[in-house]
């Protein structure tokens, strides 16, 4: 069975400061994640995806993320926030059969000025 | 700028009333998905079309269905709108439904029921 876990729906940073967003994953088969992002009455925008190769991930705006196969994460991080991070985060996890994405709940982070 | 496009953006039904919620794409990709998103919650896959086939998922309520006359265009039918329907629906595209693809998602169009 796959399944995402975003730990903590609702993260708060300081603008400057470290944003960590963190996703553990269940699958079956080897995962392929990705992070989405979801401003305000907006559709989801890619962040960045891990499918095969390099761990470390580098995305848009900043962001990164890591896999880990021992720790079953992927956690999203980006060393110092901006007002413009404000925003819904998901995690999902792609599974075999027509590319069905599975979601985490999500995170909403808010930057504190 | 090619795109996913949802019409309209914002939808106000009435309980029991029929509704048709469009999306279009320009990127000529084969997949298309629609997804059901309440508030605060996950968007949940209802079905997606790999070029002309559909395939819907086991738990979609049979209320909801949904058509692609072309590969450019699919709808998402409400027969009949129920509060509980109320949410964001999101339409996705990606090339070949692999699962490496990224599926790109169009804005949402938030439906209200009243």
């Known amino acids: 069975a796959q399944s995402v876990t975003q730990l903590g729906s609702h993260v708060s940073v300081s603008e400057g400061a470290l944003v960590l967003l963190r996703c553990n994953y269940s699958?079956?088969?080897?995962?392929?994640l990705f992070w989405y992002v979801q401003y305000p009455n907006q559709g989801l925008q890619l962040l960045l995806k891990?499918?095969?190769?390099?761990?470390l991930v580098k995305g848009i705006n900043g962001f990164e993320a890591e896999f880990k196969k021992s720790e079953t994460s992927f956690h999203l991080t980006k060393p110092s926030a901006h007002m413009s991070d404000a925003a819904e985060y998901f995690c999902?996890?792609?599974?075999?059969?027509?590319?069905?994405?599975?979601f985490g709940t999500g995170t909403s982070l808010t930057v504190i000025p | 700028d090619a795109m996913v496009i949802q019409n309209p953006r914002y939808q106000v039904t009435q309980f029991g009333k029929p509704v048709t919620l469009s999306c279009s794409q320009t990127?000529?990709?084969?997949?298309m998905y629609w997804y059901q998103q309440k508030s605060s919650q996950a968007p949940k896959l209802l079905f997606h079309?790999?070029?002309?086939?559909?395939?819907n998922e086991a738990d979609t309520p049979d209320n909801f269905q949904s058509r692609r006359p072309n590969t450019s265009f699919c709808f998402l039918d409400i027969r009949s709108p129920g509060l509980g329907d109320a949410a964001m629906y999101l339409c996705?595209?990606?090339?070949?439904?692999?699962?490496?693809?990224?599926?790109?998602f169009g804005p949402g169009t938030r439906l209200t029921v009243l």
């Open positions: 996705a595209t990606s090339t070949t439904g692999t699962r490496t693809d990224t599926q790109y």
């Open positions: 990127l000529n990709h084969n997949v």
């Open positions: 699958s079956s088969v080897p995962p392929y």
């Open positions: 079309y790999y070029d002309k086939d559909f395939n």
């Open positions: 999902a996890v792609s599974v075999t059969t027509g590319n069905q994405f599975y």
């Open positions: 891990y499918t095969t190769g390099a761990t």
